[in-house]
């Protein structure tokens, strides 16, 4: 009867499992699948992106000097898709909106030459790394139903009456201080529903609603034709900000001026049935009697 010692096996005498190398078999087939899945991988990323970008975020890249100093040119900003879904257009919310068959390209883009180039240029413009001369951005000024003027006596734009304080937005030169006059052309306009007064920071150089008041809109454009609310500047990362709606456009006689407006055809149709409604009643009961 053998002992448990001479059962025993000696700790060097067990069977050691190599370590698997890397470099041959399970190595060799995990490295080559990884570069089977990375196109499929690349192909996912694309779709999301684009599904994002088509619903909810879009890159725009920034061609012209229209909203400096707000914007430089080769800026690039994130456009909300989605916020005016949940609520209206505000006054002061730089927004990016498409210009087809309205307004003339504010900056020329050159066709791409080749089937590649155009890809490239679409893609590009996806991501918000290549211009699109029919899409245009700007600051909403007025709304449906303001009456918006330049200039009053001390030169300012204003707003149902209301004069905006723009020394925060307007641009300045950084090498003189001068800043831009709110308007160096007088205008008044009423925005009609449905329609938008816009204008850039740059007033010296941006072509705007003032442009296009021989337009059939006027110089307004159409809310349907709103892509987004630019909200941030994500590139280059030293001008990495938020881009919020400034002070003067949360005037409350901004609100209570334009309230009225649209209140007034309705109040005048209400005072106008009453009498209307009492003649009715009393011409009425005579009959019944």
């Known amino acids: 009867m053998r002992s448990e010692a001479e059962g025993a096996v000696p700790e060097e005498e067990k069977a050691v499992s190599p370590e698997p190398d ?3 078999g399970d190595g060799r087939k995990k490295q080559g699948s990884f570069w089977k899945e990375l196109p499929i991988l690349i192909g996912v990323a694309l779709v999301l992106a684009l599904v994002i970008k088509a619903f909810a975020v879009q890159a725009f890249y920034i061609p012209s000097g229209s909203m400096e100093n ?7 900003v994130l456009v909300n898709k989605i916020v005016y879904h949940t609520r209206d257009v505000k006054r002061g919310d730089i927004i990016v909106f498409n210009g087809l ?4 390209p504010e900056v020329e883009v050159q066709e791409p030459g ?5 890809v490239l240029r679409a893609i590009g413009g996806a991501f918000g790394v290549a ?3 029919k899409d245009y951005i700007k600051r909403v000024i007025g709304i449906p139903g303001d009456k918006v ?5 001390k030169g300012r734009v204003t707003v149902n009456g209301t004069p905006l304080d723009e020394d925060s937005y307007l641009f300045t030169d950084p090498a003189t201080g001068e800043r831009n006059k709110p308007s160096n052309d ?3 306009v009423t925005v009609k529903p449905g329609q938008l007064w816009v204008m850039g920071d740059h007033r010296e150089l941006s072509y705007d609603s003032r442009s296009h008041r021989g337009d059939p809109g006027g110089g307004t454009i159409p809310v349907s034709r709103v892509i987004g609310r630019a909200f941030v500047i994500v590139w280059p990362l030293d001008r990495l900000g938020t881009l919020p709606i400034p002070k003067t456009f949360e005037q409350p006689a901004l609100s209570a001026a334009s309230a009225l407006l649209p209140a007034t055809p309705m109040a005048l149709g209400l005072i106008g049935a009453v009498p209307i409604t009492y003649l009715t009643r009393r011409l009425r009961h005579r009959h019944q009697r």
């Open 101 to 104: 068959d309205s307004w003339d």
């Open 186 to 188: 007088p205008f008044e």
């Open 114 to 118: 080749n089937p590649v180039s155009k």
């Open 22 to 24: 890397p470099s041959d």
């Open 149 to 153: 003027k330049c200039c009053d006596a």
């Open 70 to 76: 707000t914007l430089q040119i080769g800026d690039r």
């Open 131 to 133: 211009p699109n001369e």
